[in-house]
């Protein structure tokens, strides 16, 4: 399997466990919910780690000459690197099936912990959405691709 | 022409369903949590309806004046039994959890995948304007001034 392809199935799956995410009572309960929170934050750093070229390039042309697409992109990259961060360090303040109580967290604050989970889980899908129309044309290359691939 | 018709249809068919989806799963509300329990402390729980901290003077049961349910604040005396009113359903007091009827349960991610959908599409709409608008000043996308 080529490596666009790997990313491109990649982002598929990242976006559809996600989604399954947003309820916690849906989809097999709050043990999935949990652990397939731990399974997407592995997902998630091999997404950056795929895309490190783009990151890299982009780091070094931020505040040089640079399209201002790239630029949203990068600053939205970001929001969900930080997005992302909260959300699994809030859902293991407030994990009910996994013992996380090694990490001290403070149990008193649970009713933070958990509008933060709720709260940045909400705006993180906002930057997801935006994110997917920000590469739509890569999208849709790739189904196109694919499609040909297919033929052949 | 049927494209553009299908086209339109699937553009009113999302936005209508995350405007229904918004208000289904109360997406306001969620995003707002946050902001309201750090920065706002219990300012936001006052404007709920039934919520806020109870009003000056000695509860009823201590000679205090007649409390109304209705009333923002108020609190039932407990000790004289919740009512018939109160708590989960007969069947479900005594520690039992609710029955899960569907194990595999899709009906709550809906509301979410239309949102999701909404915000590809306001990008798409809003960068295809932009591409409209200034393709024949720049290559690609406005370079901002910074730049």
């Known amino acids: ?152 | 022409m049927i494209k553009k018709i299908l086209c339109l249809a699937l553009v009113i068919f999302i936005v209508v369903g995350a405007v229904y989806s918004y208000n289904k799963v109360d997406f306001g509300q969620k995003t707002a949590m946050l902001f309201r329990v750090v920065f706002g402390g219990d300012e936001g729980m006052r404007g709920a309806p039934g919520g806020g901290p109870p009003q000056g003077g000695p509860p009823p049961a201590m000679g205090g004046p007649w409390q109304s349910p209705s009333r923002p604040g108020f609190r039932p005396n407990m000790a004289q039994g919740p009512g018939p009113g109160y708590g989960p359903p007969r069947e479900m007091r005594g520690g039992q959890q609710p029955p899960s009827k569907k194990l595999i349960s899709l009906q709550n991610i809906i509301p979410y995948a239309f949102i999701l959908v909404f915000f590809v599409l306001i990008t798409r709409f809003v960068e295809l304007i932009i591409r409209k608008e200034f393709s024949s000043k720049f290559s690609d996308w406005i370079i901002f001034p910074m730049a």
């Open chain 1, 1 to 152: 399997m080529r490596l666009v392809t790997f990313k491109f199935i990649l982002g598929i799956l990242l976006v559809i466990t996600f989604l399954l995410l947003m309820d916690e009572n849906s989809f097999l309960g709050v043990q999935f919910h949990e652990i397939a929170g731990l399974t997407i934050c592995l997902f998630f750093i091999l997404h950056i780690a795929l895309s490190w070229k783009f990151i890299k390039e982009t780091t070094c042309r931020l505040f040089g000459k640079a399209v201002g697409k790239a630029r949203i992109q990068y600053i939205l990259n970001l929001l969900l690197l930080i997005g992302f961060t909260l959300i699994i360090i809030s859902g293991m303040a407030i994990a009910k099936t996994i013992d996380f109580s090694w990490v001290g967290f403070n149990t008193e604050n649970t009713m933070i912990w958990r509008s933060m989970h709720t709260s940045v889980s909400m705006i993180v899908l906002i930057i997801v959405g935006i994110h997917t129309g920000l590469h739509w044309q890569w999208v849709m290359a790739r189904i196109k691709r694919t499609k040909q691939e297919e033929i052949q």
